[in-house]
Antibody, heavy 122, light 107 residues
Framework: QVQFLQSGAEVKKPGASVKVSCKAS????????IQWVRQAPGQSLEWMGW???????KYLQKLQGRVTITRDPSATTVYMELSSLRSEDTAVYYC????????????????WGQGTLVTVSS | EIVLTQSPATLSLSPGERATLSCRASQSVGTYLAWYQQKPGQAPRLLIY???NRATGIPARFSGSGSGTDFTLTISSLEPEDFAVYYCQHRSNWPLTFGGGTKVEIK
């Protein structure tokens, strides 16, 4: 069955960076995109970025320059790194499999990781 | 950016009742509208994609309708496990966006 296992919770100081991993299993890794979505406490969901099955990326404009999504096919793992952390980056970060076509059309998020809580606090 | 506005914010209903949730887009998203369910402490779960297609394993009591800018998720008869928060989401262009959510709570 399709599964995503994300790395554990992190506590970071303002200005630091965090790298969250998302290990995929149960499907052909090279055939699907991965999307990253975050959710601040008590808030709705916010799309952060996308990496296609051939390494194209797209990021939310307000995070441009701070977020980087990469993938390692040999490890069937996708990584999301967020730098220059601020208190408002405190959230649960989710990876999710995206399908439905190429580019933004791969925005049907059918399987999700369990989430990784990132807390930014001095 | 397309803004998705969900209403109502909270829906108080009893098990067995019908739930009707609304999602309105600031501009047309065609038929590229999905619905997700989220329970406390859990990741969202895909319910409906492209307006009316149920995802794998989703019961028939969940249905979606609409096109363009106005969409509806209907739960025909609420089961105890359906009390949760529901989000709509579009994929018609970048960035993907989600609505603010509708909480379906037990009356």
């Amino acid at each position: 069955q399709v599964q995503f296992l994300q790395s554990g919770a992190e506590v970071k100081k303002p200005g630091a960076s965090v790298k969250v991993s998302c290990k995929a299993s149960g499907y052909t890794f090279s055939s699907y995109a991965i999307q990253w979505v975050r959710q601040a406490p008590g808030q709705s969901l916010e799309w952060m970025g996308w990496i296609s099955n051939n390494d194209n990326t797209k990021y939310l404009q307000k995070l441009q320059g701070r977020v980087t999504i990469t993938r390692d096919p040999s490890a069937t793992t996708v990584y999301m790194e967020l730098s220059s952390l601020r208190s408002e980056d405190t959230a649960v970060y989710y990876c999710a499999r995206g399908w439905g076509g190429s580019d933004y059309f791969s925005g049907v998020l059918d399987y999700w990781g369990q989430g990784t809580l990132v807390t930014v606090s001095s | 950016e397309i803004v998705l506005t969900q209403s109502p914010a909270t829906l108080s209903l009893s098990p067995g009742e019908r739930a009707t949730l609304s999602c309105r887009a600031s501009q047309s998203v065609g038929t590229y509208l999905a619905w997700y369910q989220q329970k406390p402490g859990q990741a969202p779960r895909l319910l409906i994609y492209d307006v009316s297609n149920r995802a794998t394993g989703i019961p028939a009591r969940f249905s979606g309708s609409g096109s363009g800018t106005d969409f509806t998720l209907t739960i025909s008869s609420l089961e105890p496990e359906d009390f949760a928060v529901y989000y709509c989401q579009h994929r018609s262009n970048w960035p993907l966006t989600f609505g603010g959510g509708t909480k379906v709570e037990i009356k």
